[in-house]
């Protein structure tokens, strides 16, 4: 079946502005996951959703930074005011049920601030 | 220190060799650990996923978890150009916080 969709695939903006960037998770999954990975560096843990709600957004980095999954499926990572540190490759992972569940990743938005 | 910590290479090695990556981390609560293989503007896919000391094996993939000494290893035998990619070590504590805690990754070159 289909994996893991983000879109888009490539987002550039400029400093200031507001971005939403998507996520499809596999069908049937009610976990889902945003981590931030920057040049260099592995994924960093952003927020969990179980269902609708956020179980964990301790990743956030700051108020900036918001993401809904309104109907439990389709998530929406917001970011407002953006920053050139805000640079990355914006990942989304899904699993069964959550807790000790493979997650599948999707491929990724490559978010680029100028 | 970082909880997780992973050389980030890059590691070249030639065709056929085995290859060995290691990770060490920092919290003994740690209970779930995974390997992901990351081609190049791609995401992260899952290659092996193991919860207790000792070694699991799938194929030419072999995974290596010492809790005591908090040291985990995942060894590669007859490695293929194919092979070259981001290796990802991720922890999981298995707890209420769900999200995965990974190292920086090791870049891998098998050259042909």
């Known amino acids: 079946g289909a994996g893991v969709s983000q879109t888009p695939s490539n987002k550039v903006t400029e400093k200031g502005k507001y971005v939403e960037l998507r996520c499809d998770p596999i069908?049937?999954?009610?976990?889902l996951y945003w981590y931030r990975q920057s040049l260099g560096q592995g994924p960093e843990f952003l927020i969990y959703?179980?269902?609708?709600?956020?179980?964990?957004d301790s990743g956030l980095p700051n108020d900036r930074f918001f993401a809904v999954r309104p109907e439990g499926s389709v998530s929406t990572l917001k970011i407002q005011r953006t920053e050139r540190g805000d640079s990355a490759v914006y990942l989304c992972?899904?699993?069964?049920?959550?807790?000790?569940?493979?997650?599948?990743f999707g491929p990724g938005t490559r978010l680029t601030v100028l | 220190q970082k909880e997780v910590e992973q050389d980030p290479g890059p590691l070249s090695v030639p065709e056929g060799a085995i290859v060995s990556l290691n990770c060490t981390y920092s919290?003994?609560?740690?209970?779930?650990f995974m390997w992901y293989r990351q081609y190049s503007r791609k995401g992260p896919e899952l290659l092996m996923y193991?919860?207790?000391?000792g070694n699991k094996e799938d194929g030419r993939f072999t995974a290596q978890v010492d809790k005591s000494s908090k040291y985990i290893s995942l060894f590669i035998r007859d490695s293929q150009p194919s092979d070259s990619a981001t290796y990802l070590c991720?922890?999981?504590?298995?707890?209420?916080?769900?999200?995965?805690?990974f190292g920086k990754g090791t870049h891998l070159i098998i050259q042909p």
């Open positions: 992972a899904s699993s069964i049920s959550g807790a000790k569940d493979t997650q599948y």
């Open positions: 069908s049937g999954h009610t976990a």
């Open positions: 959703f179980q269902g609708t709600g956020a179980a964990d």
């Open positions: 919290n003994s609560a740690f209970q779930y």
């Open positions: 193991t919860y207790s000391s």
């Open positions: 991720a922890i999981d504590s298995g707890g209420g916080a769900d999200g995965l805690t």
